[in-house]
């Protein structure tokens, strides 16, 4: 079996966990990591005997060893090292969101069509299982039509604070469950009324955001993203969902309480099932999205779960929905 040699560019807590998660998988050989910073670069080749290190993605990108990269950039610095990736011949993952406005989004997919390599926008919520499964229980019929979907994800204070220098609530967590809504309903955005509010101003970004979108299917489809609970909220993420049919629904707690933890500290609800790590071996669902574009690669088939026409299209609808909170007026897409 012919390993697939890769390369990380970009080195925060979760370029880390891509680092880490890859080296679990057979069909992945991790050769090579990169960041602008000399002392983390060195921290984590060592600590998972990467053997090349770069600072400059374009030196790693001109690697010929190299066939897959992993951009796990702030998101207004995904386009770049995308293009550059793709023209280097490059099987290219991207983390989400596609990039920070869409004229970056309409390069990457233009760039993608000069190219046969595996390309996919890391959307790892469509590989968590409950998800999975609703779509599927969806796709057959089992809801009826799909009337009302209404999601939440927030996170406290503690959890969030360095994520607001680089990113909103709405942009950082609302992209999951939109994203989820058009995928289980396979409609588009029609319009969006959406409100953010920033409860610490010293931070760029605003904490919290709510947007109701009209889809073309008629459906309603509302996100809840707040980023600022007390800094003891039980959660790592507070995540439910519930789909509303004409003969059915789901309802989903993903919040993690089916695993509780009672310690001196209190009562917690860790995140186990993303990207845990047990028995010295990360695991999860980031795994096994990891997993699927790795065998589309070997397979030399192109993904479908997500594809870059669907990652443009939740952009497109968050970007909206932020604008609307900035003019306070309903827009029409």
């Not at 793709?86 to 390069?107: Q, S, T, W, Y």
């Not at 588009?188 to 009209?214: E, Q, Y």
């Amino acid at each position: 079996m012919k390993r697939i040699r890769c390369g990380v560019i970009g080195l925060g807590w979760f370029g880390e966990h891509h680092v880490e998660t890859l080296q679990q998988l057979p069909l992945a050989d991790v050769t090579a990591v990169c960041t602008r910073r000399p002392d983390r670069l060195q921290e984590v080749a060592n600590k998972y005997g990467i053997p090349k290190t770069y600072t400059d993605y374009h030196d790693l990108l001109a690697d010929q060893e190299i066939d897959l990269v992993t951009i796990v950039t702030h998101v207004d610095h995904h386009a770049e090292p995308t293009l550059a990736a793709i023209r280097a011949g490059k099987h290219v993952f991207l983390e989400k969101p596609m990039a920070g406005n869409l004229a970056e989004c309409d390069r990457i997919l233009e760039a993608i069509e000069t190219t046969d390599k595996a390309f996919m926008v890391g959307h790892v919520c469509r590989f968590d299982t409950v998800y999975a499964l609703a779509k599927e229980e969806i796709a057959a019929g089992k809801l009826g039509k799909i009337l009302s979907l209404h999601a939440r994800r927030n996170l406290a204070k503690w959890i969030t604070e360095s994520h607001l220098h680089k990113i909103s609530a709405m942009f950082g967590d609302g992209v999951h469950d939109l994203d989820l809504m058009l995928w289980f309903t396979g409609a588009k955005p029609k319009s969006v009324c959406a409100m953010t509010s920033n409860s610490r101003p010293h931070l760029p970004h605003d904490d919290i955001g709510w947007g109701m979108f009209r889809l073309d299917n008629d459906a309603i489809a509302v996100i809840e993203n707040v980023w600022c609970l007390p800094e003891n909220a039980p959660f790592a993420i507070d995540a439910r969902m519930e789909i509303i049919g004409t003969e059915g629904a789901i309802y989903i707690d993903n919040s993690g309480s089916h695993y509780t933890l009672l310690t001196k500290q209190g009562m917690s609800f860790p995140q186990s099932t993303y990207w845990p790590k047990v028995h010295g071996l990360r695991r999860g669902y980031l795994k096994e999205e990891f997993d699927y574009f790795l065998k589309c690669i070997q397979n030399g088939t192109k993904p479908t779960v997500i594809t870059p026409e669907e990652s443009r299209m939740v952009v497109q609808a968050i970007l909206t929905a932020e604008q609307s909170a900035r003019e306070r007026r309903v827009i029409e897409f």
